[in-house]
């Protein structure tokens, strides 16, 4: 591992002392997670963690994503954030909470829910209106704001957006019965036929009804993968980090920011469910090298000034593809009956506008490992 963290010591000094080598300027992010504590799913806290490991991404607002039906508006995770800036050292962007229940339809604006669940969706547009460059909007949980603040002012997001990352999903075809595509599924419909520039990130690849070749064709359209091991994965972080993680994965009721300066930190070597890294990556314009200790994602013009040892890999792209939701069907969600969306490919238009993730590289899992870990050793 030493090279790569000469590697990373590389970047870091001269992204820090050298900006003309860096990102000229830095991309705007709106950002909506359903991040709580104690954590619903603790991949929340390393998907944030990884975002503060991308300098090329300007966090401009924080949606707190209020889908999550059972959990309450005093959980979101505000300690994290809290954490986070003090490990990364920038600013806490401003954050709000969203909205408490779902969309009634693709075109629902979502005007006549409560005062206090509204501010999600102002901050999404307020943020857009005032910036000076078009924004990257990326979601880990439902779709609900975005889908919302869309149907309000859908020319502003077309004149303002950039691009707009949907972690959800089950993948082309089939039934779109995925975790997050549950909470709200019309605003999950609303977004991915919206003719926004979308980048679709489906979490599972599950085909109902496909054919048992289709489905093994198919597989790699999803993000998912899996850390094995979470000590080993952290094993060369920076303390403060992995007090960040022990205070998440062990619920701690401390003081949050203190709590950053413990000095034996307790890290679970469970397995880590994990689906967002490869997206984030993309968004920053990362290109991933293959290095004698491991996979490094690079910042585009830094490789190219680096030169770096190893070879380039692909590991994913993203694909043009055309879908339309043919009907909505029942399903069962925490014991309670929703209606899933059923998307059937389309032929694609001349430049379709939605663009499918999908892994090219069999050592998928590893790589991504392998990039994680090092981004946290920085």
């Known amino acids: 591992m030493v090279i790569v963290r000469i590697y990373i010591l590389l970047i870091f000094l001269i992204t820090s002392f050298f900006p003309i080598f860096g990102q000229e300027r830095r991309i705007p992010i709106i950002y909506s997670t359903d991040l709580y504590h104690p954590p619903q799913d603790p991949d929340d806290h390393y998907d944030l963690a990884l975002l503060a490991c991308l300098p090329e991404l300007e966090v401009k607002a924080v949606v707190f994503d209020q889908a999550t039906f059972w959990r309450g508006p005093e959980e979101v995770g505000i300690a994290a954030l809290e954490q986070m800036a003090v490990i990364s050292g920038r600013a806490i962007p401003p954050q709000a909470l969203g909205l408490r229940e779902p969309l009634n339809s693709t075109s629902d604006k979502a005007q006549d829910q409560p005062e206090e669940y509204q501010k999600g969706v102002d901050l999404i547009l307020r943020t857009l209106k005032e910036s ?197 069907q029942t399903d069962d969600f925490m014991g309670k009956e929703v209606a899933v969306p059923l998307f059937v490919k389309k032929e694609q238009t001349l430049a379709p506008s939605l663009q499918i993730f999908r892994y090219t590289n069999p050592a998928f899992n590893t790589i991504m490992t392998s990039i994680v870990s090092n981004l946290f050793e920085q």
């Open 132 to 328: 000076e460059q078009k924004v990257m909007m990326f979601l880990v949980g439902s779709c609900r704001d975005f889908a919302a603040a869309f149907n309000r002012a859908p020319e502003l997001f077309r004149e303002k957006v950039s691009s707009i990352y949907v972690n959800a999903g089950n993948g082309p075809d089939g039934l779109q019965t995925e975790w997050n595509v549950k909470l709200d599924p019309y605003a999950y419909v609303c977004l991915i036929e919206s003719g926004l520039p979308i980048y679709w990130c489906p979490c599972f690849s599950e085909y109902r009804l496909s054919t048992p070749q289709e489905v093994i064709e198919k597989k790699a359209f999803n993000t998912y993968f899996i850390i094995p091991d979470q000590t080993k994965l952290l094993e060369h972080a920076p303390l403060d980090l992995k007090n960040f993680f022990d205070y998440a994965l062990n619920e701690s009721t401390e003081e949050p920011i203190g709590f950053l300066k413990n000095n034996i930190p307790q890290i679970s070597s469970t397995p880590r469910n994990m689906w967002c890294t490869a997206p984030f990556l993309h968004a920053a314009g990362r290109k991933i090298y293959h290095a004698d200790d491991g996979y490094i994602a690079y910042q585009n013009n830094l490789a190219e000034q680096l030169g770096p040892r190893g070879k380039e890999v692909e590991v994913y792209t993203f694909e043009p593809i055309s879908v339309c939701q043919e009907k909505m």
